[in-house]
């Protein structure tokens, strides 16, 4: 049996895989698209040789990039999604009765037509809901043009190799921000900082030098090695990130959604960095 070594910058530290079936190999003309089958994993998807999702942990990422925001601002309605070309972010986002748009602007179609042969186990229906605006673009240049205005943007970014480099930049960051309808918050997929220090450090610099409140928060997804993964925040309703618990409790009450990570309290306590993480986030904004 095959087994595939993910192939993270920096490279000395990675995850291997065995590989029991190989479902999808393809170079698309935006980036290398692996998809395979692991006893442990489930269904796995690798994008230039790094691992963006897992049929077994993508709960770990998915809700807590979505719920966290959406609970927290309180009357979404429109969301945008960048990236996210699995579907996972979407279907979650879809959970919310609330929510009554979802703009997804991936940049390769194929990692959606993939996704909905191979991952529906991740994207669910969200591909078919009626609410699904789907826009194949890049999304820095999507966010720099449209007029359309949103409560909540979800960057569900790869890693900066690739067409991903772009959401990384301030100007990228610039562009969600003239997005946002007021009181909206942004929030970004920043990887593991303690394997990718710079990722942290640079997204959290240009967020604090565009918005009153720029902060991290924290989930643990057992396929991005190296210990807890950072989610990126940015609003200038500066209170946002700490909505109070009870407001938490009676909103994901209301929104009646089955979850197998998120809780109000884990919500909360998300907010709370390890002293090494906090550093970083701290001297960004420096
Ligand atoms: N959850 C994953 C992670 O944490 O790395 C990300 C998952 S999702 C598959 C990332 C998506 O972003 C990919 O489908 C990729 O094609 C898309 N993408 C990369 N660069 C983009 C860009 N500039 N504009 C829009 N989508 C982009």
Redesign the pocket.
């Known amino acids: 049996m095959k087994s595939w070594s993910e192939t993270l910058e920096p490279s000395d530290f990675t995850s291997t895989y065995k590989i029991s079936r190989l479902l999808h190999e393809e170079r698309t003309e935006?980036?290398h698209i692996l998809l395979f089958e692991n006893a442990v994993m489930g269904r796995v998807?690798a994008?230039d040789g790094v691992v963006?999702?897992t049929e077994k942990d993508e709960f770990c990422?998915h809700e807590m990039i979505v719920h966290v925001p959406i609970l927290a601002h309180g009357k979404a309605r429109r969301v945008l999604i960048?990236?996210?070309?699995?579907g996972g972010a979407a279907e979650e986002v879809f959970k919310h009765r609330s929510v009554e748009s979802a703009t997804l602007?991936?940049?390769?179609r194929t990692?959606i037509e993939l996704s909905k042969r191979y991952l529906g186990a991740i994207s669910g229906q969200a591909f078919e809901d009626p609410r699904l605006d789907l826009v194949i673009a890049?999304?820095?240049q999507f966010v720099a043009e449209s007029d359309a205005r949103f409560d909540v943007i979800i960057v569900?970014?790869?890693?900066p190799i690739g067409?991903?480099a772009?959401?990384f930049s301030i100007e990228f960051y610039r562009g969600c921000k003239r997005c946002l309808a007021p009181g909206g918050v942004l929030v970004t997929?920043n990887g593991v900082p303690f394997i990718q220090v710079t990722e942290l450090r640079d997204s959290m610099t240009a967020l604090a030098s565009l918005f009153a409140d720029a902060r991290s928060y924290v989930t643990h997804v057992p396929a991005y090695v190296g210990g807890p993964m950072a989610l990126g925040w940015a609003s200038d309703k500066t209170k946002l990130w700490r909505t109070p618990l009870e407001t938490l409790a009676r909103r994901f009450e209301n929104s009646a959604i089955d979850t197998r990570y998120y809780t109000p309290a884990v919500h909360q306590a998300s907010f709370a960095l390890p002293r090494y993480v906090q550093e970083l986030v701290d001297h960004a904004q420096d």
């Open positions: 935006y980036q998807l994008l963006q999702t990422y960048i990236g996210g070309g699995d602007v991936e940049i390769d990692v890049d999304g820095c569900d970014a790869p890693d067409p991903g772009a959401l997929q």
